[in-house]
T-cell receptor
Framework: KNEVEQSPQNLTAQEGEFITINCSYS?????LHWLQQHPGGGIVSLFM???GKKKHGRLIATINIQEKHSSLHITASHPRDSAVYIC??????????????FGEGTQLTVNP | NAGVMQNPRHLVRRRGQEARLRCSPM?????VYWYRQLPEEGLKFMVY????????ESGMPKERFSAEFPKEGPSILRIQQVVRGDSAAYFC??????????FGPGTRLTVT
């Protein structure tokens, strides 16, 4: 079993729909990241959070430390949101404190 | 402020040759991470470096792979005697201590 599990693996939506991508992890963490990988391959960091909720534009990320679960929401989805969304956790500790462990990613396709 | 830079963006090597991948972190960042994304797989941690020090290399293959981050100049990921299985996208990220990592555009290595 992977340390970081994402669901769903693939998601197709119609423009305007509300999107939720889930991430569960089984290890202790110091922070959780949501990343976006564009079709061309580049990776953009969307959020880093260790508690509560963060919002940036149409994107919202939440984390529940007790349940070891995070969600990424996209409101009013648009075709340009089509990408792979990756959840990554940062381990606590000194030497390993900054390494990231990644989920397999969720391929999101938003159709016009 | 320029982002993380990687070069080359695409690299083709024949089996047995050496591959050198370069990463220039964001200005002011002294922490560099290398990650590998094999075809159809998720990102995997390889190595974490600070200037002139390897902090965590637990994700590096035991043979043929090495990394450095000298006092001056970019971080280098070196793969000796490449094999077809080394074909992947190699991403570098940089950060200040304990905060968000910023990713470079990646180097896509193809071994023929």
């Amino acid at each position: 079993k992977n340390e970081v599990e994402q669901s769903p693996q693939n998601l197709t939506a119609q423009e305007g729909e509300f999107i939720t991508i889930n991430c569960s992890y089984s290890v202790g963490i110091s922070a959780l990241h949501w990343l976006q990988q564009h079709p061309g391959g580049g990776i953009v960091s969307l959020f880093m959070l260790s508690s509560g909720k963060k919002k940036h534009g149409r994107l919202i990320a939440t984390i529940n430390i007790q349940e070891k679960h995070s969600s990424l929401h996209i409101t009013a989805s648009h075709p340009r949101d089509s990408a792979v969304y990756i959840c990554a956790v940062r381990s606590p500790g000194e030497t390993s404190g900054s390494r990231l462990t990644f989920g397999e990613g969720t391929q999101l396709t938003v159709n016009p | 402020n320029a982002g993380v830079m990687q070069n080359p963006r695409h690299l083709v090597r024949r089996r047995g040759q050496e591959a050198r991948l370069r990463c220039s972190p964001m200005k002011g960042h002294s922490h560099v991470y290398w990650y590998r994304q094999l075809p159809e797989e998720g990102l995997k941690f390889m190595v974490y470096l600070q200037k002139e020090n390897i902090i965590d290399e637990s994700g590096m293959p035991k043979e043929r792979f090495s990394a450095e981050f000298p006092k001056e100049g970019p971080s280098i990921l070196r793969i000796q005697q490449v094999v077809r299985g080394d074909s992947a996208a190699y991403f570098c990220a940089s950060s200040l201590v304990g905060v968000e990592q910023y990713f470079g555009p990646g180097t896509r290595l193809t071994v023929t």
